[in-house]
């Protein structure tokens, strides 16, 4: 462990600044200070000091471990750009629209891969049941294990057994049957190369880790991930806005969100943030109304 920071600064630092990026960066890698202070083998005193701004230029390589565990580029928690690089192979500075937006977050089930309708089909088949009993099954226990209040085991043991199905697997059922909505790639690459860009979703425990393995969300750099299970908030509840303005660390109206769910939307309207309506059935039209909706 690092019980105390060393100095070393060539630059005049702002310590408060810094400590708040730090934080920032922790927060938006979902980790506590004792899990940050872990991995990046720091005191819990250091760590805390550091955020809070009370040590004098921290040492480098501390900011460094923290980079490390975090997985942020140094350069975004120094807000410095190497003297070596040449101005032409900087990266742009992200862009501002003409309405304000800083911060784009994306929904992920009817916005970047198409809803898992077909899954429920697959279970009714396999079931021998209608489809629409599966469904009322589903959304019988979707809230707690969204949550996080139920584990994907209880939620799979308990759906399995009024099913009938034994050794139940939601999220096989799921990955087997979600696809990219088409052109997303490209645009949330274009999203990404211009603004901040995140993921806020209505998700079981452990399904955006695989649907990101798979290759079937947009593999660019999500400043925040915002994922029900784990933060014990859905949308349209509040709290999950709240959560999500945090970790984007801008004001509610430099947001911008982009779901296929008409209730989410009023909910992100009435925290300020601006909104587009997302419509996976015609994602040609939906794209560029987003795009649209970025112009700078």
Same mark, same amino acid.
């Given at each position: 462990m690092l019980d105390e920071v060393e100095f070393w600064w060539e630059l005049p630092v702002d310590e408060q600044a810094l400590g708040k990026r730090l934080q920032l960066a922790r927060k938006r890698a979902g980790l506590t200070q004792q899990q940050l202070c872990q991995k990046a083998g720091l005191s819990y005193s250091t760590l805390a000091k550091i955020e809070r701004g009370a040590i004098r230029s921290p040492s480098v390589f501390t900011v460094a471990a923290i980079a490390q565990a975090t997985e942020t580029p140094i350069e975004n928690l120094l807000e410095m750009v190497s003297k070596s690089v040449q101005a032409s192979e900087e990266k742009p500075a992200k862009k501002r629209s003409k309405t304000g937006v800083r911060f784009v977050y994306l929904d992920i089930n009817g916005t970047i891969v198409r809803f898992f309708h077909r899954a429920f089909t697959e279970i009714a088949k396999d079931a021998n049941?209608?489809?629409?009993?599966?469904?009322?099954?589903?959304?019988?226990?979707?809230?707690?294990?969204?949550?996080?209040?139920?584990?994907?085991?209880?939620?799979n043991s308990t759906l399995g057994r009024e099913l009938g199905i034994d050794n139940f697997d939601w999220n096989k059922y799921y990955i087997q049957n979600v696809e990219p909505v088409p052109? /997303?790639?490209?645009?949330?690459?274009? /999203?990404?190369?211009?603004?901040?860009?995140?993921?806020?979703?209505?998700?079981?425990?452990?399904?955006?880790?695989?649907l990101r393995s798979k290759g079937l969300i947009p593999n660019v750099n999500y400043a925040a991930v915002v994922d029900s299970s784990k933060v014990g908030a859905i949308k349209p509840d509040p709290q999950i806005y709240d959560k999500a303005q945090e970790?984007?660390?801008? @004001?509610?109206?430099?947001?911008?969100?982009?779901?296929?769910?008409?209730?989410?939307?009023?909910?992100?309207? =009435?925290?300020?943030?601006?909104?587009?309506?997302?419509? @996976?059935?015609?994602?040609?039209?939906?794209?560029?109304?987003? =795009? =649209?909706?970025?112009?700078?």
């Amino acid at each position: 462990m690092l019980d105390e920071v060393e100095f070393w600064w060539e630059l005049p630092v702002d310590e408060q600044a810094l400590g708040k990026r730090l934080q920032l960066a922790r927060k938006r890698a979902g980790l506590t200070q004792q899990q940050l202070c872990q991995k990046a083998g720091l005191s819990y005193s250091t760590l805390a000091k550091i955020e809070r701004g009370a040590i004098r230029s921290p040492s480098v390589f501390t900011v460094a471990a923290i980079a490390q565990a975090t997985e942020t580029p140094i350069e975004n928690l120094l807000e410095m750009v190497s003297k070596s690089v040449q101005a032409s192979e900087e990266k742009p500075a992200k862009k501002r629209s003409k309405t304000g937006v800083r911060f784009v977050y994306l929904d992920i089930n009817g916005t970047i891969v198409r809803f898992f309708h077909r899954a429920f089909t697959e279970i009714a088949k396999d079931a021998n049941q209608p489809t629409d009993t599966v469904e009322t099954y589903f959304w019988r226990h979707y809230d707690p294990v969204n949550t996080g209040q139920a584990t994907m085991d209880e939620f799979n043991s308990t759906l399995g057994r009024e099913l009938g199905i034994d050794n139940f697997d939601w999220n096989k059922y799921y990955i087997q049957n979600v696809e990219p909505v088409p052109g /997303i790639n490209e645009l949330v690459g274009w /999203i990404a190369e211009n603004y901040e860009i995140g993921i806020i979703s209505n998700s079981m425990p452990g399904s955006i880790d695989e649907l990101r393995s798979k290759g079937l969300i947009p593999n660019v750099n999500y400043a925040a991930v915002v994922d029900s299970s784990k933060v014990g908030a859905i949308k349209p509840d509040p709290q999950i806005y709240d959560k999500a303005q945090e970790l984007a660390a801008v @004001e509610s109206k430099e947001i911008l969100l982009v779901d296929d769910t008409r209730p989410n939307l009023v909910a992100a309207d =009435k925290a300020g943030w601006q909104t587009v309506w997302f419509d @996976e059935l015609n994602p040609e039209d939906s794209i560029a109304r987003v =795009k =649209k909706a970025l112009e700078f």
